[in-house]
């Protein structure tokens, strides 16, 4: 399956915004998904993560509150919507999809190219 995310771009802080990343075919209901985030000079971090038919979600505690996870196995769609960001949201975005529900990036299969979200202050 490919992802394709979109939706980021430049903000001030306390602003939002909503990310989204979507799969080329319906297998995509199959797999768990879950968003991470590379800022420069630092290593691919955990955001949000949400099992295959959307009853379970887990965040980064950095974005618990303030980032929500959803998925629209319909649509072949999962969503990042981001309110409150902050400076240190700063980074590249990435969508991922794979058979395990993990906070680790390495379980993921498929990974979506990644989107700029700046947050200035």
């Known amino acids: 399956v490919q992802l394709q995310a979109s939706g980021g771009g430049l903000v001030q802080a306390g602003d939002s915004l909503r990310l989204s990343c979507v799969a080329s075919?319906?297998?995509?209901?199959?797999?768990?998904a879950g968003w991470f985030r590379q800022a420069p000079g630092k290593e691919r971090e955990f955001v949000a993560v949400i099992s295959r038919n959307g009853g379970l979600t887990g965040y980064a505690d950095s974005v618990k509150g303030r980032f929500t996870i959803s998925k629209e196995n319909a649509k072949n769609m999962v969503y990042l919507q981001m309110n409150s960001l902050k400076p240190e949201d700063t980074g590249s975005y990435y969508c991922?999809?794979?058979?395990?529900?993990?906070?680790?990036?390495?379980?993921?299969?498929?990974w979506g190219q990644g989107t700029q979200v700046t947050v200035s202050s």
């Open positions: 991922a999809a794979g058979a395990s529900y993990s906070t680790s990036p390495s379980p993921y299969n498929y």
């Open positions: 075919d319906r297998t995509f209901s199959s797999y768990h």
